[in-house]
């Protein structure tokens, strides 16, 4: 379907943009000055200098929607510096240490983010479902020295402090009447004194700014390292893609735990002076749609999770409320199927863009812009400045339209990672014949447009979120009914992928129902509730190679009702 | 709707989601709203009640909203068993 060119989209010509922009005109596009990298200082200060600092920075509704905060900028500002004054000055941190952040979608979260980087320290930000092994195979191996939670979540951190010996500072938001611990500290925006100034941290663009672990098929969690660099795509990126608005109420539906609600849920809106909306609950239907009506967002970026959840409320349920200000809509995380898209112009009278991008790019790179012709149920063209192509398995690319092979970018990008912390093999591993590959595979079409064909390895994508099958199996052995396991994804018409765990039990117990619950249970406690096995399927042996490696490729071929191709490998029964 | 079923709901509430000890789950207390229960975890928590009370519910009926509160959840389990006779 055509979409008719908006009268006043930012990107304006965007086959133009694609053919004469480079990343060297991002900072002379966005009027940025050349010497100062940091990025809450362009969250913050920039803007006010700017004379907006009356202007509406963020819009909160608690989770009970009792309560509504508002912040300016120049409130955000204060609160900010009062961060960073705590971090430096009180704590001792320095800039380059690493503060975890283990928070539900409170205000503290994205003041406490901004705060740290203006004082140029690293923070972990960290789904705050995570469970206590989820939790201390990030925090360990980041060597974070600090941690900001709030009480209701302080009792997983207490559980790991053993296993993480450095991190010496638990900063604990509303405490209430908890007795506190050796290093527990209570800091939040009740007791932080607004403060004018605090001179940013005069980073670099190479400066470490955020530390995102992202799961892979083997291995614990990966820490992708990002710069302060990141910020003009990040920048740039939210203002063609997004096409955000001075006079935007926009709202960011992803959580800061992962790396859309930090790219796209702090930096990228912030930077541009944008008033953002956070709503602290979860997906409940009827409380997102009051909320797009009562505070009136136009540009609304979620996931096509929640689309699907939307759409099978129907377009009855949407005529109840007056979404009327909507004006753009974006979608990532995972495909958009094609029915999404139709239905959404159907609902809201506009269709969603889907964008693609992942942890490791930081930032969006193939997308759908403004004023493009949209291919349902395609992920779009690369962004202006991308050079995307897909790979044979020689890691050549392919120059036949239609034919699939793995997702590659060629470096460098702004907002790309710079390493997996501390584990640069792993890193090196991304990079083949000059281009990074994604992990995911796709086709190009005699036009040019990128369409996903699903993982190029055992990684689970379920509700846009990547879980990695062997954190799992591993977790999974701790149960002391399970001999072995294999975690693999099952089709799921919401979540495109969920978890299947195939349990083989130890001598002494047996398959039931109670104890599949049992089984999800440790995992949903130990992880997370998104690597929690939505399925367990009890199996007397699981398929293996001849050297014993858990063939996941056969179970998953089952679940997805494809062929299970060569099993030489396998071995005899 | 008997006290036996509230007490064995918070309780299996309790054990499995609640961490704060001093937290007080009334009938009214939000469950999924607040953040409480995980929305990913209602899969568990419509597992408990399948088993411990010998019911079935759709996907469409253990929806977020009927999750919500112990006291809407106790309505969907009584609305099963009168269902089942």
């Known amino acids: ?573 | 709707m008997s006290d036996d079923m509230r007490e064995q709901i918070i309780e299996f509430i309790y054990d499995e989601y609640v961490e704060d000890d001093s937290m007080k789950i009334e009938d009214d207390t939000p469950l999924i709203s607040s953040g409480l229960v995980d929305s990913f975890s209602m899969v568990s928590l419509k597992m408990f009640l399948e088993e411990e009370y010998s019911i079935q519910m759709t996907d469409e009926e253990a929806s977020t909203e009927a999750f919500d509160t112990v006291k809407r959840i106790m309505a969907l389990v009584q609305k099963k068993l009168d269902e089942q006779g």
Request: glycine fraction near 8%; aromatic fraction near 10%.
């Open chain 1, 1 to 573: 379907m055509t979409q008719p060119m908006p009268a006043q989209s930012n990107i304006g010509d965007h086959v133009a943009r694609r053919a004469d922009f480079d990343w060297s005109q991002a900072r002379e596009i966005l009027g940025w000055p050349a010497d100062q990298h940091n990025i809450g200082w362009y969250c913050t200060d920039r803007i006010c200098e700017q004379g907006l600092g009356d202007k509406l920075a963020l819009i909160w509704e608690s989770s009970d929607g009792q309560t509504v905060k508002r912040f300016t900028y120049d409130e955000l500002r204060q609160l900010a510096n009062a961060y960073a004054k705590f971090f430096t000055e009180d704590l001792g941190l320095k800039p380059g240490d690493v503060c975890a952040v283990f928070l539900e979608r409170i205000p503290e979260l994205y003041i406490g983010i901004l705060g740290g980087l203006k004082a140029g320290i690293v923070m972990l930000p960290m789904f705050s479902a995570f469970g206590e092994e989820a939790l201390a195979a990030r925090v360990g191996p980041s060597g974070a020295k600090a941690i900001l939670t709030q009480r209701k979540l302080c009792f997983r951190v207490r559980k790991i402090r053993e296993q993480v010996p450095d991190l010496q500072h638990v900063i604990i938001a509303e405490p209430g009447d908890l007795e506190m611990q050796d290093g527990e500290v209570h800091f939040d925006l009740a007791v932080a004194q607004p403060l004018g100034e605090f001179a940013a941290y005069p980073v670099t663009e190479e400066s470490r700014s955020l530390l995102h672990y992202t799961s892979g098929t083997t291995g614990q969690p990966k820490g992708a390292q990002h710069v302060h660099g990141s910020l003009p795509q990040q920048a740039l990126t939210t203002l063609w893609a997004l096409d955000v608005r001075q006079d935007d109420i926009y709202w960011c539906t992803a959580d800061p735990g992962w790396v859309t609600g930090v790219s796209y849920g702090v930096i990228g809106p912030w930077s541009l002076g944008i008033t953002q909306l956070v709503m602290e609950c979860g997906f409940i239907v009827d409380r997102w749609y009051k909320a797009l009506q009562e505070y009136g967002v136009t540009m609304w970026y979620s996931a096509p999770t929640a689309i699907r959840l939307l759409m099978k409320e129907g377009v009855d349920k949407v005529k109840e409320y007056d979404l009327s200000k909507l004006r753009h809509l974006a979608s990532v995380g995972e495909p958009l199927n094609p029915e999404a898209v139709v239905w959404s112009e159907q609902a809201y009278g506009i269709p969603f863009y889907d964008t693609w991008w992942q942890t490791e790019t930081g930032a969006i790179q193939i997308c759908n812009l403004p004023g493009m012709e949209i291919k349902a149920g395609s992920m779009g063209l690369p962004f202006p400045g991308v050079t995307a192509t897909v790979l044979t398995d020689q890691f050549e690319p392919i120059t036949e339209p239609g034919v699939s092979g793995q997702l590659a970018l060629r470096p460098p990008w702004p907002s790309m990672f710079r390493e997996y912390y501390k584990e640069p093999s792993k890193y090196e591993s991304k990079f083949k014949n000059g281009w990074y590959l994604t992990g995911d595979r796709a086709y190009i079409d005699e036009e040019g447009y990128y369409w996903f064909k699903g993982r190029d390895d055992d990684v689970i994508n379920t509700g846009g979120h990547l879980v990695g099958p062997f954190e799992i199996e591993s977790a999974l052995l701790e149960h002391e009914a399970v001999a072995e396991s294999a975690a693999v994804a099952k089709p799921d018409d919401e979540m495109m992928e969920v978890v299947k765990a195939f349990v083989a039990l130890k001598p002494g117990f047996e398959p039931s129902r109670k104890l599949e619950m049992q089984i999800m249970n440790f995992i949903r406690k130990k992880l997370s509730p998104l690597a929690m096995p939505q399925e367990i399927e009890f199996v007397d042996k699981l398929p293996k190679t001849r050297s014993g490696k858990i063939m996941r490729r056969l179970l998953r071929a089952k679940e997805w009702g494809e062929e299970i191709g060569d099993t030489s490998t396998l071995e005899d029964d």
